[in-house]
C-alpha cells in the first residue's frame, strides 16, 4: 500500500508563498518508494475537490489556469518526493491540499488505485 505524507502548510498573508512536501513511502516500512506520476489537489470548504498541478512520468507539468504563472510543481531524481511552490498566494488559495498517485504503471504493473495524503491545511489571509 502506498502512503503518502503531505507536509509544509500553514497560515501566510495574501502575496506570500509557502511550499508543500508529499513522500511516499510503502505502509509499514520505512523506506521510500518511486511513482512516476504525481499530483496535488485542493478541496475548499463547500467546493469539490479540484486538480492544482500534476506531473508524469515523463516530467511534464499541467496546472489548473487559477494557479498558472503561480505555483510550481517539481520531483527529486528519485521520484519519492513531489513538491509545490506557491508564491503570490491569494485568499482564494485557501483549502486543504492532498497528495496524489493516480492509477499508473509501477514498472510492468498497471495499479488501477488512487492514492491519497491525509491532507495540508493552507490558508491564506487577506
Known amino acids: 500500500q502506498v502512503q503518502l505524507v503531505e507536509s509544509g502548510g500553514g497560515l501566510v498573508q495574501a502575496g506570500g508563498s509557502l511550499k508543500l512536501s508529499c513522500a511516499a513511502s510503502?505502509?509499514?516500512?520505512?523506506?521510500?518508494?518511486?511513482?512516476?506520476?504525481m499530483g496535488w489537489y485542493r478541496q475548499a470548504p463547500g467546493k469539490q475537490r479540484e486538480l492544482v498541478a500534476a506531473?508524469?512520468?515523463?516530467?511534464?507539468?499541467k496546472y489548473a489556469d487559477s494557479v498558472k504563472g503561480r505555483f510550481t510543481i517539481s520531483r527529486d531524481n528519485a521520484k519519492t518526493m513531489v513538491y509545490l511552490q506557491m508564491n503570490s498566494l491569494k485568499p482564494e488559495d485557501t483549502a486543504v491540499y492532498y497528495c496524489?498517485?493516480?492509477?499508473?504503471?509501477?514498472?510492468?504493473?498497471?495499479?488501477?488505485?488512487?492514492?491519497w495524503g491525509q491532507g495540508t491545511q493552507v490558508t491564506v489571509s487577506s
Open positions: 496524489n498517485a493516480p492509477p499508473q504503471l509501477y514498472g510492468s504493473t498497471m495499479v488501477f488505485e488512487d492514492f
Open positions: 506531473v508524469n512520468s515523463g516530467g511534464s507539468t
Open positions: 510503502v505502509s509499514g516500512s520505512t523506506s521510500s518508494f518511486s511513482i512516476p506520476a
